[in-house]
């Protein structure tokens, strides 16, 4: 006996073939594995919040109330937290704006000026930090010692000061400004020209343009630019913790982990407390956002004509080729530099000609110190395998929600982003109760980092893979399954292998993500199961400033290393193969 299929009316004979195959493709063994993928994503975040909840009702007392909102230090922090934070999305925002400006609508780009405002994002942040604490620092940093010696004839002693309001700003801004450049820049790029050409042939100049059209035609640009920043600002850990002491900074991220990591017992209930702080102002920005966009009047973007014309500075081109440098010393260069001058000295002075000069501080990470070798190796193990694995199952969801479109799809979709809006030392507080002890009791395990990097790294992950998945047009998908190849085969035989340069962009970025990650590692890494954040933290806060210098260079370097290869493998087979080619045509014959 055959499977009859009753033909509905006014549908193709082939229609109803493509979905009677679409229907038993939902039940192979790669539909049931998506499903149940799907299921568990769902659990490892909603469960964790529900954790958090409940101990968040526990900690809701007045006794706890009082002791946080009433607390002496809780006005003072609020008000460090909002100018710190505020000014330096505001900062980073405009400075992006710039940037973007210059690369995508002008005439003053040049060859990497498009990468440099995104090089930080692949620098570990707290390299950044103490880069910048080695060389601002008022009494033994590089800047001031070479001030001195070079302005010391003219009578004139100017000091830099890095632990100071405007030291932490300018290092947030730095950190930020990358964040704010993606959402930025891709505005520009998709504005459609045709705007700045109508105002340029009315007589305005390219100023003028750029107040009274460019940038009210991005606004949902410049607002999703803010918000995101002020996310990855408020959950900043990395930059506060570095140079807070000394200027009494108080930052709510600081207090979050300090709540936990610096108090005997724990105090659980000032960190849920203040993480719900944080939550409701992220929940505020969020709807502030979303009514900016419905209510505001934005120009439509459109593809860029082939004969648009990019707006013409003259000799200001210069200008603003000098600032995007500028940037990129400063974010880059000059804090990285500075980690290898003090790298090799044996003890940290403002001189930086003067030895001695040795490598004793990489002969301690390499071969005297076994922690610092396992937490190398932990974070690369949980960077490439844990980013594989998220890659992956990132990849699945987007097509299980794409083909399914079923309430587990859409819901599962969902949910794997809500992690983005929440900062990341109160999702590690909400592993620490629903993982760290029983049932689970996975408290100081690389699992529970693991599961906690899966989780915060999840929708970055999502977002960046799900358009070249859906991108692939469905005609392959069902050309593929027409041929007799099952789900699985097809998802490894067509879908995997046209979204490769998405796969390896996204994988690049959780590996980035997760050797950088300062705000779970402290909470969740041990001893006994240490990753490079946590060492590289313990090492500063016991001083051995060029022991961390040289741990974050090395991590530096790694990850350059690793993103190099990722996107070069990450690029077509054929424009891998492209130069070789052109090698072989170009070489002369014998």
């Not at 964790?48 to 230090?73: C, E, I, K, N, Y």
């Not at 959780?510 to 779970?520: K, P, Q, T």
Request: glycine fraction near 8%.
């Amino acid at each position: 006996m055959t499977d009859t299929v009753e033909k509905p009316v006014g549908v193709r004979p082939d229609e109803v073939h493509i979905r009677t195959r679409r229907y038993k493709r939902s039940r192979s063994p790669f539909g049931i594995a998506a499903l149940i993928l799907a299921v568990v994503v769902i659990l490892l975040i909603v469960y964790p919040g529900g954790a958090m909840g409940a101990r968040l009702a526990s900690a809701f007392t007045s006794h706890s109330l009082a002791d946080v909102f009433g607390a002496s230090w809780f006005p003072g922090m609020i008000r460090d937290t909002v100018v710190v934070v505020g000014l330096s999305a505001l900062i980073a925002v405009i400075i992006a704006a710039v940037l973007a400006w210059v690369n995508e609508r002008t005439d003053a780009r040049f060859r990497f000026s498009g990468v440099l405002p995104l090089v930080p994002l692949f620098i570990p942040t707290i390299a950044v930090g103490i880069g910048w604490v080695v060389l601002g620092d008022p009494t033994v940093g590089f800047l001031n010692g070479i001030l001195k010696v070079i302005l010391a004839p003219f009578h004139i002693a100017p000091t830099v000061n890095i632990y100071s309001y405007p030291g932490m700003i300018f290092l947030y801004v730095l950190c930020l400004v990358p964040y704010a450049y993606l959402p930025i820049s891709a505005g520009f790029r998709n504005l459609d020209p045709s705007l700045e050409e109508a105002s340029r042939t009315s007589g305005a100049g390219p100023w003028k343009a750029l107040r009274t059209v460019s940038l009210p035609a991005i606004a949902p640009a410049l607002v999703a630019g803010f918000v995101l920043v002020l996310i990855v600002g408020l959950s900043l850990y990395s930059i506060p913790v570095v140079i807070e002491d000394r200027p009494q900074i108080d930052i709510i991220s600081v207090r979050i982990i300090n709540a936990i990591r610096a108090s005997y017992p724990p105090a659980y209930d000032v960190a849920i407390l203040l993480s719900l702080v944080l939550l409701v102002v992220l929940v505020i920005v969020w709807l502030i956002q979303k009514r900016i966009n419905r209510g505001g009047r934005f120009a439509l973007s459109g593809a860029r004509s082939a004969g648009s014309a990019l707006t013409k500075l003259g000799a200001g081109r210069w200008v603003f080729r000098v600032i995007v440098i500028v940037y990129g010393l400063l974010s880059t260069v000059f804090p990285l530099a500075a980690l290898i001058i003090v790298s090799f000295q044996s003890y940290w002075h403002a001189d930086v000609f003067v030895g001695p000069w040795g490598i004793l501080n990489y002969q301690q990470i390499l071969f005297n110190d076994p922690i610092a070798v396992t937490a190398v190796k932990n974070s690369l193990v949980l960077g490439i395998v844990g980013g594989a694995i998220t890659v992956l199952i990132a990849a699945i969801l987007v097509i299980y929600a794409r083909n399914k479109r079923d309430r587990i799809g859409r819901i599962a979709d969902t949910v794997s982003k809500v992690p983005a809006a929440v900062p990341h030392a109160v999702l590690a507080v909400a592993f620490i109760f629903a993982f760290g002890g029983p049932p689970f009791n996975l408290g100081g395990t690389l699992l529970i980092l693991g599961l906690a990097y899966f989780v915060t790294y999840l929708p970055y992950v999502s977002i960046a893979i799900e358009p070249s998945i859906l991108a692939i047009h469905p005609s392959l998908e069902e050309a593929s399954v027409m041929s007799g190849a099952g789900a699985g085969r097809t998802f490894r035989k067509i879908i995997l292998p046209m979204a490769i340069p998405g796969v390896f962009a996204a994988w690049a970025l959780v590996f980035v993500r997760v050797i950088s990650d300062l705000e779970v590692s402290v909470l969740l890494g041990t001893g006994s199961t240490p990753v490079v954040g946590f060492v590289m933290l313990d090492v500063y806060d016991q001083g051995s400033v060029g022991i961390v210098a040289t741990l974050a260079l090395f991590m530096t370097v790694i990850t350059a290393v690793v993103i190099l290869i990722m996107l070069r493998l990450g690029q077509p087979r054929w424009r891998r193969s492209r130069p070789l080619k052109a090698a072989r045509r170009t070489k002369p014959a014998r």
